[in-house]
C-alpha cells in the first residue's frame, strides 16, 4: 500500500520545486523504471500492482485504485517508482554539445534528449527557463536516455560567454546545412517553439544555420524544434563521420 | 450562438465514422483555421469569441462558455471552424512518396505532414489502420500543411503490388543511409510506433534502410517515427538536390 506521508511526496514531485528540494522525481510504467535501473539510478520507492516484481524492502504492492492516485498519466501504468535525482559530472568543453534556450514543451525535450543519445551527444545544455528534464511528462517521453544524457541547467548567455566552442544556431535566413562542413566540437542551440532563438542569444552565435524547405509551395512556417534538432543532429554525424 | 444541432453535429465529429457520413472535420485556432481557409478550404461554419471575426452569414458569435463546450482541445481557443473534407486528386505514381503502415499517435502524423509540406512531398499514403488525418488532434498537429499535402487512405499492400516505384523501408538492420544514393522517384514507408513495419508489408520493400547510431553506449531503442521521417526526408532531398 502507500502511505499518507508517500502519498503526499509523490504529488509534490508534480512541482520542480518539491523535486530540487527532495532531489527526487517519478518514473512510471515498468519499461521507464526498468531502463532506469539499469542505468543504474537509486531507486527510492517502487509500487507496482503485480506481486512478482515485489522483491525488496522498498517495493510496495499497491491496487489499482492506489496506482492511479499516485500517477501523473491519464491511464495509470501497472508500476510507479520514485528515483533519486543523480550527481551530474562537470561539463566538459568538447565533443558535439545541443544547448536549448526556452524550450518549453515536455514532449520536445523528451524527443530531444532520445535524439541525443541516439546521435552519441552526451552532454545537453538547458538554458533555466527550458522545462525541467525531472517533469514526469520529460521522463515519460525520453525514457532511459534520460540516464545516459547529461542535461545541465544554467545561464545560456554566460555559459556561451565562456566556452572555446564554435556556436552554431538554427535560423530561417541561415547557411544551407547541407553545403557546411561541420566540426566534431561545437555548440548547437536550438530555440523556444513559438519565438526561436532569444536576441541576447543569437548575438553569440558564430554560425547561422539553415533547414532548406523544398517544394514549389513554400509555406509551412517552421519545423517543430524535435524535428529540427532531429535533422542537424544526424547532418553533424554524417558530416563529420563520428 | 451554437444550436442545438449544431452542438449534436460538431460532437458528432470526433469520431472518424460521422465525418465520412458528413464529409466535414473540425478545426480550432484562428492560425489553424484562418491557414486552411487560405488554402481554398470550404468554410461550413464559423464560431468565435470575436465579434470583428464575423463577416458572412455563417459566421457565429459566442460566449466563451459556449466555445468550450464545442471545443476538442483541454483548453478551448477563440474559435472554432467547421471545413468540408475536400475532394482528392487521383494518385500519381511519380515524385518522393512517403507511405504510412498503421502511424497510430495523431501527434505523429501531425508532424508527418508537416514535414512532407516542409520537404515538398505532396503525396501521403496512409495504410487504413493509420489514425484518420482530420482526427481533430492531428488538424491541429498539422495546421494549414493538411490541406497543402494529399493524403490518401488505401490498403497499403495492394498499392505496393501495384507500382512502379522502388519502395524503400526504415528498419534497424537496412543499409545506411548516408551511403545510400536515392533517385527522385520513390515511395518511403514508416512503421508503427511499437512494431515497426509489419510483415506483410515487408516483404514488399527492395531496398532497406537504416539511420545509424552514433555513440559508445548504443541503448537507444529506436527513433520515435516523426524524427525518423525528418532525418529520411532530409538524407532524400540532399541526396537528390530536389
Chains 1, 2 share one sequence.
Not at 10 to 18: D, E, H, V
Not at 113 to 139: A, H, M
Not at 187 to 196: Q, R, S, V
Not at 204 to 223: A, M, N, V, Y
Request: charged share 20%; glycine share 6%.
Amino acid at each position: 500500500m502507500v502511505s499518507n506521508s508517500q502519498t503526499k511526496l509523490i504529488s509534490s514531485l508534480g512541482q520542480k520545486k518539491y523535486r530540487d528540494k527532495f532531489q527526487l522525481f517519478v518514473a512510471e510504467g515498468p519499461k521507464v523504471i526498468s531502463e532506469l535501473r539499469e542505468e543504474g539510478l537509486k531507486l527510492k520507492w517502487l509500487f507496482t500492482t503485480e506481486p512478482s516484481q515485489i522483491t525488496l524492502e522498498n517495493h510496495f504492492l499497491v491496487s489499482e485504485a492506489q496506482l492511479k492516485k499516485i500517477s501523473f498519466l491519464k491511464t495509470a501504468n501497472s508500476a510507479t517508482a520514485i528515483f533519486e535525482i543523480p550527481t551530474l559530472s562537470p561539463y566538459l568543453d568538447s565533443g558535439l554539445v545541443i544547448a536549448l534556450d526556452a524550450v518549453r514543451d515536455p514532449g520536445n525535450l523528451g524527443t530531444i534528449i532520445r535524439l541525443c543519445d541516439w546521435f552519441g551527444v552526451s552532454q545537453l545544455i538547458c538554458s533555466e527557463d527550458t522545462v525541467d528534464c525531472y517533469n514526469p511528462k520529460v521522463v515519460q517521453a525520453s525514457m532511459g536516455s534520460l540516464a545516459r544524457v547529461r542535461i545541465h541547467y544554467l545561464p545560456l548567455l554566460e555559459f556561451l560567454e565562456k566556452t572555446n566552442l564554435p556556436i552554431y544556431g538554427g535560423f530561417m535566413d541561415g547557411r544551407n546545412i547541407y553545403s557546411e562542413t561541420f566540426p566534431t566540437d561545437a555548440i548547437m542551440i536550438l530555440g523556444n517553439e513559438a519565438n526561436g532563438i532569444s536576441e541576447l542569444i543569437s548575438k553569440k552565435i558564430t554560425h547561422k544555420i539553415s533547414i532548406p524547405r523544398f517544394g514549389k509551395i513554400q509555406k509551412t512556417e517552421s519545423l517543430n524544434v524535435a524535428t529540427a534538432t532531429a535533422i542537424i543532429l544526424s547532418e553533424f554525424r554524417r558530416s563529420t563521420g563520428k
